[in-house]
C-alpha cells in the first residue's frame, strides 16, 4: 500500500502492516454498512408509525436507535485505533475519515427518524387529507432511495453514483416545500387542524434533513476518492422560511 508523505515522496507501507489495515478497512466498511441498513429500517418504520398511526411500531423506532448509536461508537474506536497503529496516509487516511463522516450522517438520519417516532406519539385523530401522508410517504421513498444509493456508492467507491446522490436533492426540497404549502392552507382553514399539521410539518422536515445528510454522504465519498471537496455550490430547492427550521 502506498501514500504520499508530507515532503512529497511515495510511502510504503511494509506488507504485514498493509495487511492489518486492509482488515481494519474491511471492518470499518462492514459496520458502516449495518449502520446503514439500520437506519434505512428506522426510516422505513417511522413513516410507517406514522401513517398508521402505530404507537407500537413507534416504540420500537425510538429502540432501535440505541444500536445505531452503538455503532457509531464503535467506528468511531476503531477509527481511532486504525489511525494509531497503522499511521495511515493520504487516501488510506481518506478511507478512515470517510467511514468516521459517514457514520456520523448515519447516527444523525437515526435522530430524525426518532424524533418522527416521538411525534407519531403526540399525534391524535385522523389527517386532515390522506394527500398529506402520501406526500410524506413519496418523500419518504424518494430519502430511502437516496440514502442507498449512496451507500451502495460509498461501498463500491463509485464516485458517479455519489455525484447523481448530490444533484438529486433538489427534488426533495421542492416536495418539502410543496407539502409545507399545503399543511399551511389546512390550517388556515380549521384552526383545529393547527396542531396536528404542525407535527406533520416537523415529520416532513425530519425526512427533508435526511436527504440533507445523505448528500453529505455523497460529498464524503468524492473526497475519499478524489482527494478534494465538491467545489460547486450545493444545489438546494426549498428557499422558504420553513426552509432554515431545524429538524426537531
Known sequence: ????????????????????????????????????????????????????????????????????????????????????RRQPMAVDLREVVGALRVANDLERIGDLAKNIGKRVLALSGEFPSQKLIRGVEHMTSLVLAQIKQVLDSYAARDVTNALIVWKGDEEIDAMCTSLFRELLTYMMEDPRNISFCIHLMFCAKNIERMGDHATNIAETVHYMIEGYPIAEQRPKGDTTTFAMMPAQ
Open 1 to 84: 500500500m502506498r501514500a504520499k508523505s508530507p515532503n512529497g515522496k511515495e510511502k510504503v507501507m511494509p506488507e504485514h502492516i498493509a495487511k492489518a489495515f486492509d482488515v481494519d478497512l474491511q471492518e470499518l466498511t462492514r459496520k458502516v454498512a449495518e449502520m446503514g441498513g439500520l437506519a434505512e429500517k428506522e426510516i422505513a418504520d417511522s413513516v410507517d408509525a406514522l401513517a398508521r398511526r402505530d404507537h407500537d411500531l413507534a416504540k420500537k423506532v425510538i429502540a432501535t436507535d440505541s444500536q445505531i448509536d452503538a455503532l457509531q461508537l464503535e467506528i468511531e474506536e476503531k477509527a481511532i485505533l486504525t489511525i494509531a
